[in-house]
Nanobody, 125 residues
Framework: QVQLVESGGGLVQAGGSLRLSCAAS????????MGWFRQAPGKEREFVAG????????PYAGSVKGRFTISRDNAKNTGYLQMDSLKPEDTAVYYC??????????????????WGQGTQVTVSS
């Protein structure tokens, strides 16, 4: 079992920054892939970024590439999503997720085994 708790969401103006955190517990953190997803009202949950166990592989969705940075601190059992140059279209509930099965980063939400409760990010224009 893995428990994930997100924090760091909030309201920010367009062009601003936020850093989301995902605190993990229940299983050795370095053993699983981490991903960030988001879901806007009326839309499906979509992949934002993922990170391998070592942190060396970090795929991004095209819409956030160059603006968002995913990272992890295995010593602190915590993952992060640094979001810069935020746009109103980034408004969504952001979720972190853990894949305890694969050894490569997948962008498919169906492949992730555990999810946090989500944190709201609202970007005003």
């Amino acid at each position: 079992q893995v428990q994930l708790v997100e924090s760091g969401g909030g309201l920010v103006q367009a062009g601003g920054s936020l850093r989301l955190s995902c605190a993990a517990s229940g299983r050795t953190f370095v053993e699983y892939i981490m991903g960030w997803f988001r879901q806007a009202p009326g839309k499906e949950r979509e992949f934002v970024a993922g990170i391998s166990r070592s942190g060396r592989t970090t795929p991004y969705a095209g819409s956030v590439k160059g603006r968002f940075t995913i990272s992890r601190d295995n010593a602190k059992n915590t993952g992060y999503l640094q979001m810069d140059s935020l746009k109103p279209e980034d408004t969504a509930v952001y979720y972190c997720a853990a894949d305890v099965t694969r050894t490569w980063v997948t962008t498919s939400r169906d492949e992730y085994d555990y999810w946090g409760q989500g944190t709201q990010v609202t970007v005003s224009s």
